[in-house]
């Protein structure tokens, strides 16, 4: 889905891929535009008049006052003939100057010309004197303003981008990269690399500014990857999307009641109330168990302090605590989720706990805490499936698949009625590139829970990963009938968002309507699903509805858990708004409709 529209990474405008395009089929030709070849002109001229710089100068042909500098008193008088005549003199006098980097000289004479005729070149000239002494907002100043008399100016637009990019104006930057694209005066290898930098600068720094600390600049893609929305100056309130949710619950056996419950309680009867939420697959039900579980904690607490010798009440207090640590993980705050869960693992220990510890050192890369607490887990119950499976799920993560392979049978073997341990053993299979086993597994899951919409769903992704389209298709549409004949939430939105991703891989008009349809529904059932967002803002830059785009991209971002995927959404936002801004302006507007009306012609379309 990220290449619907956004073009990888260097600029989120389809006019601009398929101008590369163009150019690889001319065999990437390192072409040079007329601006450049006059450039070079200039440049042997300058050279030449460098070496004649020694010898006797003839007198200025403009009028000039005692201290030998132009004389303008008499200009109302000036024609207009002699007004370019002068104004030429004088941008050579600068010329001279500039030659020999006396820079303040330089500039002086490029005004006077100025003061005589607005003309495009003395404005560059006098931005590239300002990149001598380094002053760049005068740069973008005086490159604005020759811009605004000769928009194409290729070798202004360039300078000025790059002043930009060094004031951290990277948008800016950007759009006047892209517009030296659309217009075709450089070639991608110039080009695509200062637009990805660029880009990555823009979506990085907004990236700070709005989730914070992160060293942004510093930060490897591992780092991002694995770095939770934690520490921020907005920590994430809100749970995932309920498909998530509903996914990761789905693998524990469900617990509906505790030891010692008394109704008289408000604790208990809270905790109850979450731990009956939690199982209920519906998209309310997780924010209402996340509510229960944070009361129950507070009042055992408090109960708890008054007697803080009742075993009982530990017990409780652990469970309570042992869920909202979780839900803190899930709302991407890790570190109150591990202060929760080890408080809890050290009034109670329960299998949950350690399984959840682990998962917290899973999402820092500390494998080898997270194998510890598999192993406290089995010390206090050996025939926990859930344990064995989420152990298989790091052995599959790391590779390590003899492993994986017989914690999954064991899983399996313990809960035969739990139908993940029966997905993921199909799906390991096919990692070790054997189909055969991997589809007659899947066959076994299907005829044990026929009614489960987990097994087509998957097989589906699987069948995507081959590039059996067809069968994929038929596959997501079985787990959508499935999913729809339950009450509750199982794959959830799922199968539309991966149907909707397949169809976009053969992009017909039908597909194309279909692929935005179903995105528009998974949003509208799940609107926590960032997959569903970014997959629908694809969808609108393609229709051209940009500014919704946007909207979802941003969306998505504050959705996203890991630090990669919200720079990912950022970055086709960033990308976006670009496009927004160049669509903007007819006359960029109307080229781009010509770029691809050629396109289309070629049936590059």
Same mark, same amino acid.
């Given at each position: 889905?990220?290449?619907?529209?956004?073009?990888?990474?260097?600029?989120?405008?389809?006019?601009?891929?398929?101008?590369?395009?163009?150019?690889?089929?001319?065999?990437?030709?390192?072409?040079?535009?007329?601006?450049?070849?006059? &450039?070079?002109?200039?440049?042997?001229?300058?050279?030449?008049?460098?070496?004649?710089?020694?010898?006797?100068?003839?007198?200025?042909?403009?009028?000039?006052?005692?201290?030998?500098?132009? !004389? #303008?008193?008499? *200009?109302?008088?000036?024609?207009?003939?002699?007004?370019?005549?002068?104004?030429?003199?004088?941008? $050579?006098?600068?010329?001279?100057?500039?030659?020999?980097?006396?820079?303040?000289?330089?500039?002086?004479?490029?005004?006077?010309?100025?003061?005589?005729?607005? $003309?495009?070149? #003395?404005?560059?000239?006098?931005?590239?004197?300002?990149?001598?002494?380094?002053?760049?907002?005068?740069?973008?100043?005086?490159?604005?303003?020759?811009?605004?008399?000769?928009?194409?100016?290729?070798?202004? @637009?360039? +300078? +000025?981008?790059?002043?930009?990019?060094?004031?951290?104006? =990277?948008? !800016?930057?950007?759009?006047?990269?892209?517009?030296?694209?659309?217009?075709?005066?450089?070639?991608?290898?110039?080009?695509?690399?200062?637009?990805?930098?660029?880009?990555?600068?823009?979506?990085?720094? *907004?990236?700070?500014? *709005?989730?914070?600390?992160?060293?942004?600049?510093?930060?490897?893609?591992?780092?991002?990857?694995?770095?939770?929305?934690?520490?921020?100056?907005?920590?994430?309130?809100? @749970?995932?999307?309920?498909?998530?949710?509903?996914?990761?619950?789905?693998?524990?056996?469900?617990?509906?009641?505790?030891?010692?419950?008394?109704e008289s309680n408000e604790a208990d009867k809270e905790l109850m109330n979450g731990l009956s939420n939690l199982y209920?697959?519906?998209?309310?039900?997780? $924010?209402?168990? &996340?509510?229960?579980?944070?009361?129950?904690?507070?009042?055992?607490?408090?109960?708890? !302090?008054?007697?803080?010798?009742?075993?009982?009440?530990?017990?409780?207090?652990?469970?309570?605590?042992?869920?909202?640590?979780?839900?803190?993980?899930?709302?991407?705050?890790?570190?109150g989720a591990h202060e929760d869960i080890k408080k809890a693992i050290e009034l109670f220990p329960r299998v949950n706990?350690?399984?959840?510890?682990?998962?917290?050192?899973?999402?820092?890369?500390?494998?080898?805490?997270?194998?510890?607490? =598999?192993?406290?887990?089995?010390?206090?119950?050996?025939?926990?499936?859930?344990?064995?499976?989420?152990?298989?799920?790091?052995?599959?993560?790391?590779?390590?698949?003899?492993?994986?392979?017989?914690?999954?049978?064991?899983?399996?073997?313990?809960?035969?009625?739990?139908?993940?341990?029966?997905?993921?053993?199909?799906?390991?299979?096919?990692?070790?590139?054997? =189909?055969?086993?991997?589809?007659?597994?899947?066959?076994?899951?299907?005829?044990?829970?026929?009614?489960?919409?987990?097994?087509?769903?998957?097989?589906?992704?699987?069948?995507?990963?081959?590039?059996?389209?067809?069968?994929?298709?038929?596959?997501?549409?079985?787990?959508?009938?499935?999913?729809?004949?339950?009450?509750?939430?199982?794959?959830?939105?799922?199968? @539309?968002?991966?149907?909707?991703?397949?169809?976009?891989?053969?992009?017909?008009?039908?597909?194309?309507?279909?692929?935005?349809? @179903?995105?528009? /529904?998974?949003?509208?059932?799940?609107?926590?699903?960032?997959?569903?967002?970014?997959?629908?803002?694809?969808? /609108?830059?393609?229709?051209?509805?940009? &500014?919704?785009?946007?909207?979802?991209f941003e969306e998505s971002a504050d959705l996203a858990r890991t630090m990669e995927e919200k720079l990912q959404a950022?970055?086709?936002?960033?990308?976006?708004?670009?496009?927004?801004?160049?669509?903007?302006?007819?006359?960029?507007?109307? *080229?781009?409709?010509?770029?691809?009306?050629?396109?289309?012609?070629?049936?590059?379309?």
């Amino acid at each position: 889905m990220a290449t619907v529209a956004a073009t990888g990474t260097a600029i989120g405008a389809y006019y601009y891929y398929n101008q590369l395009q163009q150019q690889q089929q001319r065999g990437k030709k390192n072409t040079i535009n007329k601006d450049e070849k006059k &450039d070079t002109k200039d440049s042997q001229k300058e050279t030449e008049g460098a070496k004649k710089s020694t010898a006797p100068s003839n007198p200025p042909i403009y009028p000039v006052s005692s201290n030998g500098e132009p !004389d #303008f008193s008499n *200009k109302a008088n000036f024609t207009a003939e002699e007004k370019d005549k002068y104004a030429l003199a004088l941008k $050579d006098k600068g010329n001279q100057f500039f030659r020999n980097k006396k820079y303040d000289d330089a500039i002086k004479y490029y005004n006077w010309a100025l003061e005589l005729k607005e $003309d495009p070149v #003395f404005y560059s000239n006098l931005s590239a004197c300002y990149v001598s002494v380094g002053d760049l907002k005068k740069v973008v100043e005086m490159s604005t303003k020759a811009l605004e008399l000769k928009p194409d100016y290729s070798k202004v @637009l360039l +300078r +000025r981008a790059s002043a930009n990019e060094g004031l951290g104006k =990277f948008a !800016d930057a950007m759009f006047d990269l892209s517009v030296l694209s659309l217009n075709g005066d450089f070639n991608d290898a110039s080009i695509e690399p200062m637009l990805e930098r660029n880009l990555n600068k823009q979506a990085m720094s *907004k990236l700070k500014e *709005k989730f914070g600390d992160i060293d942004t600049a510093t930060a490897t893609p591992t780092e991002l990857s694995t770095q939770p929305a934690k520490e921020r100056k907005d920590k994430q309130e809100n @749970l995932p999307s309920v498909t998530s949710m509903a996914s990761f619950f789905g693998i524990f056996k469900p617990e509906l009641t505790f030891a010692n419950y008394d109704e008289s309680n408000e604790a208990d009867k809270e905790l109850m109330n979450g731990l009956s939420n939690l199982y209920k697959r519906s998209p309310e039900s997780y $924010d209402k168990a &996340d509510e229960s579980f944070t009361k129950a904690a507070r009042l055992f607490e408090e109960q708890l !302090d008054k007697n803080n010798e009742d075993e009982k009440l530990k017990e409780k207090l652990a469970i309570s605590l042992e869920h909202t640590g979780i839900f803190k993980f899930l709302k991407n705050d890790p570190l109150g989720a591990h202060e929760d869960i080890k408080k809890a693992i050290e009034l109670f220990p329960r299998v949950n706990s350690y399984i959840y510890m682990a998962l917290i050192m899973a999402d820092r890369n500390d494998s080898t805490e997270y194998y510890n607490y =598999f192993d406290k887990a089995l010390k206090l119950d050996s025939n926990n499936s859930s344990v064995y499976y989420h152990r298989g799920q790091m052995n599959f993560i790391l590779q390590n698949y003899d492993q994986a392979g017989k914690d999954f049978d064991k899983a399996k073997e313990l809960d035969p009625e739990n139908i993940f341990p029966y997905i993921q053993l199909a799906c390991l299979a096919y990692r070790e590139n054997k =189909f055969d086993d991997c589809e007659t597994l899947f066959s076994e899951a299907k005829r044990k829970f026929p009614e489960a919409p987990e097994v087509p769903n998957f097989f589906a992704e699987i069948l995507t990963d081959k590039n059996d389209f067809d069968k994929a298709l038929k596959q997501y549409d079985l787990a959508i009938e499935l999913e729809n004949k339950l009450d509750g939430i199982y794959v959830g939105i799922a199968p @539309l968002v991966g149907k909707a991703t397949l169809l976009t891989r053969n992009p017909t008009v039908e597909n194309f309507i279909e692929a935005t349809n @179903l995105l528009e /529904k998974a949003s509208k059932l799940d609107p926590r699903s960032e997959q569903a967002k970014i997959g629908l803002a694809q969808m /609108k830059l393609q229709q051209e509805d940009i &500014d919704e785009a946007i909207t979802l991209f941003e969306e998505s971002a504050d959705l996203a858990r890991t630090m990669e995927e919200k720079l990912q959404a950022i970055t086709f936002a960033e990308a976006a708004k670009v496009q927004q801004r160049i669509r903007s302006d007819p006359v960029l507007a109307k *080229k781009i409709q010509e770029t691809l009306a050629k396109l289309r012609e070629q049936g590059l379309m």
